[in-house]
DNA sequence: TTAAAACTATATAGCCACTATAAGGTCAAT
DNA sequence: ATTGACCTTATAGTGGCTATATAGTTTTAA
């Protein structure tokens, strides 16, 4: 197939395909008399796998990482574990502060009704205070 | 006082500074004979209330329309409580997010142990899945 | 049969908010 | 006179795409 059926199939852009492949993600396909890719099924579950794990939020190094993994199935797998378990403390860590900043947000936001002047604004005043922590 | 010290009070780089300049967040400062930039006062808070803003992850467009308010202090404030209610709304379908994809990540790193091969890997083999659902 | 459309190719720039590097000028103290 | 700390500009890199420009190829419709 070429690769806008593949795209299609896959549900991304080519660029992302071509993309993929320069940053050594996706193998270099075979190419027509034309220069167009040809791409097999192994190519579709390629892509879909990468896609997957970019769902997850893993990055392109990560999901690097997995595809030299999935080259030596017969190594222990503790070490994609421990990937994931990083990644998960990452996302976990990102959530606390989120929810940190929220709060701050909200606090600063209640400071303030709608109904008045710029210059007396609560939240303008709010961001300007040094009292504010970092 | 140069950049160096502006730099030091606020807590940022100097590269930081001369880069909101570029962007128009930070006005432009006299300079000495040398070219070296001369701060005042006035630019220590301004550039302080572009950090505290940032802190709450304010984007750079969002601090560049606070700014254009804060220069006209007769207009109702309602404008700038509708910008951090999107920010919060935006902070918050962040958190949602995040936390959609925690737990996919624990399912997924749940269904394997540490003591396989990789060739049989639960972990490799949910991401290498169709059922895995974006 | 030809003209338009839909597809493919490469190369390059833009997004965001910085951060890093290079290559050089200025100034105070030793 | 030289070291070191400071300052200047310009340019490139980060991540993961996305957009644009330019051009060649194939498919479809008139």
Chains 1, 2 share one sequence.
Do not use: W
Request: glycine share 6%.
């Amino acid at each position: 197939m070429r690769i806008g059926q593949l795209a299609r199939s896959v549900g991304v852009d080519t660029q992302t395909i071509r993309f993929y492949e320069r940053e050594g993600l996706l193998p270099p396909p075979e190419r027509q008399d034309n220069g167009y890719r040809i791409y097999t099924e192994r190519h579709v579950e390629r892509l879909a796998f990468i896609r997957r794990c970019r769902i997850l939020e893993l990055s392109l190094a990560e999901i690097h990482e997995l595809q030299r993994y999935q080259g030596a199935p017969h190594q222990p797998c503790r070490a994609i574990n421990t990937l994931l378990d990083d990644h998960i403390a990452q996302v976990r860590s990102q959530i606390t502060d989120l929810q940190v900043l929220e709060k701050q947000l909200v606090s600063l936001r209640a400071s303030c009704n709608d109904d008045r002047d710029i210059g007396a604004c609560r939240v303008l005043e709010g961001l300007s205070e040094e009292s504010m922590q970092q």
